[in-house]
Protein backbone atom coordinates (compact mmCIF):
# COMPACT_ATOMS: atom_id res chain seq x y z
CA UNK A 1 0.00 0.00 0.00
CA UNK A 2 1.61 3.48 -1.40
CA UNK A 3 -0.53 5.56 1.30
CA UNK A 4 -0.91 8.68 0.50
CA UNK A 5 1.31 10.27 -2.92
CA UNK A 6 1.58 14.07 -3.49
CA UNK A 7 3.00 15.16 -6.38
CA UNK A 8 4.74 17.58 -7.04
CA UNK A 9 6.90 17.27 -4.46
CA UNK A 10 8.46 20.75 -4.60
CA UNK A 11 7.40 23.71 -6.93
CA UNK A 12 8.56 27.17 -7.23
CA UNK A 13 6.31 29.68 -9.28
CA UNK A 14 5.71 33.53 -9.55
CA UNK A 15 3.39 35.79 -8.17
CA UNK A 16 0.23 35.51 -10.45
CA UNK A 17 0.71 31.95 -11.30
CA UNK A 18 -1.52 29.44 -11.26
CA UNK A 19 -0.80 26.27 -9.88
CA UNK A 20 -2.44 22.61 -9.42
CA UNK A 21 -1.29 20.14 -7.07
CA UNK A 22 -2.47 16.63 -6.91
CA UNK A 23 -2.99 13.80 -4.50
CA UNK A 24 -3.65 10.24 -4.73
CA UNK A 25 -5.66 9.17 -1.75
CA UNK A 26 -4.38 5.76 0.60
CA UNK A 27 -6.05 2.47 -0.95
CA UNK A 28 -9.61 2.13 0.45
CA UNK A 29 -9.95 6.09 1.17
CA UNK A 30 -12.68 7.98 -0.43
CA UNK A 31 -12.74 11.35 1.63
CA UNK A 32 -9.61 13.39 0.72
CA UNK A 33 -9.01 16.54 2.29
CA UNK A 34 -6.37 19.78 1.55
CA UNK A 35 -4.54 21.69 4.10
CA UNK A 36 -2.15 24.92 3.93
CA UNK A 37 1.09 24.91 6.46
CA UNK A 38 3.33 27.73 7.16
CA UNK A 39 6.17 27.70 8.41
CA UNK A 40 5.70 27.30 11.85
CA UNK A 41 2.02 26.72 12.14
CA UNK A 42 -0.18 23.63 12.33
CA UNK A 43 -2.17 22.65 9.11
CA UNK A 44 -4.97 25.21 7.91
CA UNK A 45 -8.63 23.60 6.78
CA UNK A 46 -8.86 24.28 3.01
CA UNK A 47 -11.51 21.51 2.11
CA UNK A 48 -12.65 18.22 1.76
CA UNK A 49 -13.68 16.48 -1.02
CA UNK A 50 -16.39 13.24 -1.13
CA UNK A 51 -18.15 12.04 -3.92
CA UNK A 52 -16.72 14.56 -6.16
CA UNK A 53 -17.92 16.92 -4.36
CA UNK A 54 -16.74 19.84 -2.08
CA UNK A 55 -18.35 19.12 1.72
CA UNK A 56 -16.63 21.11 3.84
CA UNK A 57 -14.23 24.75 3.10
CA UNK A 58 -12.49 26.38 5.58
CA UNK A 59 -12.01 30.11 5.38
CA UNK A 60 -9.82 30.17 2.48
CA UNK A 61 -10.48 32.38 -0.52
CA UNK A 62 -12.56 31.36 -4.21
CA UNK A 63 -8.88 31.48 -5.79
CA UNK A 64 -8.32 28.53 -4.26
CA UNK A 65 -10.30 25.36 -5.73
CA UNK A 66 -10.45 21.49 -5.72
CA UNK A 67 -11.71 18.77 -7.68
CA UNK A 68 -11.84 15.24 -6.87
CA UNK A 69 -12.39 12.51 -9.43
CA UNK A 70 -13.84 9.31 -9.91
CA UNK A 71 -11.06 7.42 -8.70
CA UNK A 72 -10.65 9.15 -5.74
CA UNK A 73 -7.77 11.26 -6.80
CA UNK A 74 -8.06 14.84 -5.99
CA UNK A 75 -6.35 18.50 -7.08
CA UNK A 76 -5.72 21.44 -5.93
CA UNK A 77 -5.83 24.28 -7.86
CA UNK A 78 -4.52 27.94 -6.58
CA UNK A 79 -4.91 31.09 -9.12
CA UNK A 80 -3.24 34.52 -8.88
CA UNK A 81 -0.66 33.19 -7.04
CA UNK A 82 0.42 35.40 -4.20
CA UNK A 83 3.89 35.65 -1.60
CA UNK A 84 1.46 34.81 1.12
CA UNK A 85 0.21 31.51 -0.37
CA UNK A 86 3.98 30.22 -0.37
CA UNK A 87 3.91 27.01 2.49
CA UNK A 88 3.71 23.39 2.67
CA UNK A 89 0.34 22.33 0.96
CA UNK A 90 -0.84 18.50 2.51
CA UNK A 91 -3.78 15.88 1.87
CA UNK A 92 -4.96 13.94 3.65
CA UNK A 93 -7.64 10.90 3.22
CA UNK A 94 -9.56 8.87 5.22
CA UNK A 95 -12.73 6.28 4.78
CA UNK A 96 -15.94 8.20 4.71
CA UNK A 97 -16.91 8.20 8.72
CA UNK A 98 -13.84 7.49 10.10
CA UNK A 99 -11.70 8.88 12.19
CA UNK A 100 -8.47 8.93 11.56
CA UNK A 101 -6.86 10.41 8.77
CA UNK A 102 -3.87 9.68 6.81
CA UNK A 103 -1.11 12.51 5.12
CA UNK A 104 0.88 12.71 2.38
CA UNK A 105 4.57 13.80 2.37
CA UNK A 106 3.52 17.17 1.12
CA UNK A 107 3.98 19.85 -1.43
CA UNK A 108 6.52 22.65 -0.66
CA UNK A 109 5.08 25.75 -2.70
CA UNK A 110 7.34 28.56 -3.03
CA UNK A 111 6.07 31.65 -4.64
CA UNK A 112 8.77 34.32 -5.44
CA UNK B 1 -14.69 29.94 15.77
CA UNK B 2 -12.30 27.42 17.39
CA UNK B 3 -9.26 28.49 19.53
CA UNK B 4 -6.39 25.67 20.42
CA UNK B 5 -3.66 26.94 22.76
CA UNK B 6 -0.86 24.59 23.51
CA UNK B 7 3.02 25.32 24.59
CA UNK B 8 5.42 26.28 21.65
CA UNK B 9 8.21 24.70 23.29
CA UNK B 10 9.38 22.09 25.60
CA UNK B 11 12.15 20.24 26.08
CA UNK B 12 12.62 16.76 28.08
CA UNK B 13 15.30 14.51 28.87
CA UNK B 14 15.97 10.67 27.54
CA UNK B 15 14.12 8.36 29.64
CA UNK B 16 11.80 10.90 31.38
CA UNK B 17 7.86 11.55 31.08
CA UNK B 18 6.46 14.35 29.44
CA UNK B 19 3.15 16.35 29.21
CA UNK B 20 1.85 18.16 26.71
CA UNK B 21 -1.06 20.57 27.18
CA UNK B 22 -4.34 21.22 25.03
CA UNK B 23 -6.72 23.91 25.55
CA UNK B 24 -9.25 24.71 23.09
CA UNK B 25 -12.86 26.60 23.06
CA UNK B 26 -15.35 25.00 20.29
CA UNK B 27 -18.55 25.57 18.91
CA UNK B 28 -19.91 22.10 19.19
CA UNK B 29 -17.22 19.06 19.45
CA UNK B 30 -16.95 16.00 17.75
CA UNK B 31 -13.30 15.10 19.00
CA UNK B 32 -9.52 15.88 19.06
CA UNK B 33 -6.95 13.95 17.85
CA UNK B 34 -2.99 14.50 18.56
CA UNK B 35 -0.42 13.92 15.65
CA UNK B 36 3.47 14.19 15.51
CA UNK B 37 5.02 15.51 12.68
CA UNK B 38 8.82 15.26 12.02
CA UNK B 39 10.44 18.42 10.31
CA UNK B 40 9.64 18.07 6.63
CA UNK B 41 7.65 15.14 6.99
CA UNK B 42 4.36 14.52 7.64
CA UNK B 43 1.69 14.62 10.03
CA UNK B 44 0.94 11.06 11.69
CA UNK B 45 -1.90 10.17 13.39
CA UNK B 46 -1.41 9.19 17.24
CA UNK B 47 -4.81 9.26 19.31
CA UNK B 48 -8.33 9.96 18.64
CA UNK B 49 -10.22 10.96 21.66
CA UNK B 50 -14.02 11.98 21.82
CA UNK B 51 -15.03 11.10 25.28
CA UNK B 52 -13.50 12.18 28.36
CA UNK B 53 -10.91 10.19 30.08
CA UNK B 54 -7.22 8.65 29.39
CA UNK B 55 -6.57 6.76 26.36
CA UNK B 56 -3.62 4.54 26.58
CA UNK B 57 -1.05 3.43 23.16
CA UNK B 58 2.24 1.87 23.77
CA UNK B 59 4.61 4.78 25.18
CA UNK B 60 1.74 7.37 23.84
CA UNK B 61 -1.58 8.23 26.38
CA UNK B 62 -3.94 10.85 25.55
CA UNK B 63 -6.55 12.72 28.27
CA UNK B 64 -9.88 14.62 27.57
CA UNK B 65 -11.72 16.23 29.86
CA UNK B 66 -14.75 18.16 27.31
CA UNK B 67 -16.10 20.48 30.33
CA UNK B 68 -12.46 21.68 30.73
CA UNK B 69 -11.71 21.99 27.20
CA UNK B 70 -8.65 20.72 28.17
CA UNK B 71 -6.33 17.53 26.25
CA UNK B 72 -2.91 16.44 27.05
CA UNK B 73 -0.59 13.91 25.62
CA UNK B 74 1.78 12.29 27.76
CA UNK B 75 4.98 10.57 26.24
CA UNK B 76 6.98 7.95 28.43
CA UNK B 77 10.15 6.42 28.29
CA UNK B 78 10.96 9.30 25.90
CA UNK B 79 13.59 8.32 23.16
CA UNK B 80 15.26 10.72 20.93
CA UNK B 81 13.27 9.83 18.01
CA UNK B 82 10.48 11.43 20.28
CA UNK B 83 11.52 14.79 19.36
CA UNK B 84 9.04 16.12 16.69
CA UNK B 85 6.49 18.70 16.83
CA UNK B 86 2.85 17.54 18.12
CA UNK B 87 0.29 18.59 16.85
CA UNK B 88 -3.44 19.03 18.71
CA UNK B 89 -6.83 19.16 16.42
CA UNK B 90 -10.37 19.98 17.38
CA UNK B 91 -13.44 18.91 14.90
CA UNK B 92 -15.96 21.04 16.09
CA UNK B 93 -19.59 21.28 15.69
CA UNK B 94 -19.22 22.26 11.59
CA UNK B 95 -16.84 18.84 11.54
CA UNK B 96 -14.05 20.96 10.18
CA UNK B 97 -10.66 19.75 11.58
CA UNK B 98 -8.59 23.05 13.40
CA UNK B 99 -5.24 22.50 13.90
CA UNK B 100 -3.09 24.19 17.12
CA UNK B 101 -0.10 25.94 16.11
CA UNK B 102 2.10 22.45 17.64
CA UNK B 103 4.38 22.27 20.30
CA UNK B 104 7.79 21.63 19.24
CA UNK B 105 9.07 18.75 21.89
CA UNK B 106 13.49 18.60 21.52
CA UNK B 107 14.70 15.21 23.58
CA UNK B 108 18.39 15.63 24.86
CA UNK B 109 20.87 12.88 26.17
Redesign the interface.
Same mark, same amino acid.
Given at each position: DAGVTQSPTHLIKTRGQQVTLRCSPKSGHDTVSWYQQALGQGPQFIFQYYEEEERQRGNFPDRFSGHQFPNYSSELNVNALLLGDSALYLCASRPYGGTEAFFGQGTRLTVV | GQN?DQPTEMTATEGAIVQINCTYQTSGFN?L?W /?QQHAG??? %??LS /?NVLDGLEEKGRFSSFLSRSKGYSYLLLKELQMKDSASY?C?VVGG? /??? %?????TSLIVHP
Open positions: - | IGF /YEAP %TF /YLAS /YIP %TFGRG
